[in-house]
């Protein structure tokens, strides 16, 4: 089955008040929602309650999702993050420490979301400041490969990030 159609069944399971399809959607989606939850609130209990709510939002608004418009993967991820910076708004937090918040957990979900391939290469070259070549050898590519991984995964990071903004 491919994703839009699994999306598009989920959906109607929904609208049909499965809780078989609520179960299976969270034991799928919620480390994602949890993850990007946590990264914006910065906050253990918030995300947990965040992912609840997330859940519960779809539970009971699932025509809320368009599976013409965009992957369920995406819906949900977009109204965690929405529902996330409301959350912040509503603390003293400063404006700037919340667009840096905002700004990283766009990135580590869009990274998180590459190909296996693009996200190890692009994981290792940063998480230590590694050259191309130095992640070459890291992972046992060659260097065309590593700089060709890299500048697709970047590109789609920019082009993702350009379009969620």
């Known amino acids: 089955m491919t994703a839009p159609d699994w999306d598009q069944q989920m959906r109607s399971r929904l609208a049909r008040g499965e809780e078989s399809a609520l179960g299976e959607l969270y034991d799928q989606l919620s480390p994602l929602v ?3 939850a946590g990264r914006i609130l910065a906050d253990e209990t918030a995300a947990a309650q965040l992912t609840r709510e997330v859940f519960g939002h779809l539970w009971a608004h699932p025509e809320e999702f368009d599976p013409a418009e965009r992957s369920l993967r995406s819906w949900i991820g ?3 993050h929405q529902r996330a910076v409301q ?3 509503r603390t003293a937090l400063d ?4 667009s ?3 700004a990283a957990a766009q990135v580590q979900y869009v990274v998180a979301a590459l190909p ?5 290469t692009i994981e290792t070259a940063w998480s230590d400041g590694r050259t191309y070549q130095e992640t070459a050898r890291q992972l ?4 065309q490969v590593a700089k060709q991984r890299l500048r697709l995964g970047l590109q789609l990071l920019a082009s993702e990030l350009e379009f969620g903004s």
């Open 34 to 36: 949890h993850g990007l």
């Open 78 to 80: 977009e109204l965690t």
């Open 87 to 89: 959350r912040l708004r």
């Open 95 to 98: 404006a700037e420490e919340i």
């Open 100 to 102: 840096d918040r905002v």
């Open 116 to 120: 296996p391939t693009l996200r190890q």
């Open 140 to 143: 046992g590519i060659s260097e």
